[in-house]
C-alpha cells in the first residue's frame, strides 16, 4: 500500500491519523510515516485497513468531543426550557413532582464563591 493509498484511504474514512492508528491499534507517528513513504505498512496492517475501508467510516472509532457547559444565556436561548417551564406553570401535579425531585440536588447558589 502506497502513501498516497493511506492518505486516500483516511479521507474515504473521514478519519484523522491518529484515529486510523487507533483503530488499527499502532501509534500515530507510525500512521505518518506511512504515509510520508519512511515506513511500509506489513501485509497484516494493509489487510486491517482493506477491511476498515470494507466497514466505511463507521469502523473507526471516535472520541467524543468534551462538551462545553452553555452560558446562562444560551440556556435562556433554549426553546425547550420554555417549553418545560409552561408545563410546570400549567400542572400543579408536575410542579410538585419536580420540586420533589430537585430537593436532591444543589442549588448553585448555595455553592461557594470561586
Not at 500515530?28 to 519512511?38: I, K, P, R
Not at 471516535?62 to 444560551?74: F, G, I, N, W
Not at 417551564?85 to 448555595?110: F, I, M, Q
Request: with cysteine.
Amino acid at each position: 500500500m502506497a502513501p498516497e493509498d493511506i492518505k486516500k484511504l483516511r479521507q474515504e474514512l473521514g478519519c484523522t491519523a491518529r484515529e486510523l492508528a487507533g483503530a488499527l491499534g499502532i501509534e500515530q507517528e507510525t500512521v505518518l510515516a506511512w504515509e510520508h513513504g519512511d515506513l511500509f505498512p506489513t501485509k497484516r496492517f494493509v489487510g486491517m485497513m482493506e477491511e476498515l475501508r470494507r466497514k466505511g467510516p463507521e469502523a473507526i472509532p471516535r472520541k467524543k468531543k468534551k462538551q462545553t457547559a452553555a452560558s446562562p444565556l444560551q440556556l435562556l436561548a433554549d426553546p425547550e426550557l420554555w417549553r418545560l417551564v409552561r408545563k410546570l406553570l400549567s400542572h400543579a401535579e408536575l410542579r410538585t413532582a419536580a420540586l420533589k425531585l430537585a430537593e436532591t440536588y444543589p442549588d448553585p447558589n448555595d455553592a461557594p464563591p470561586s
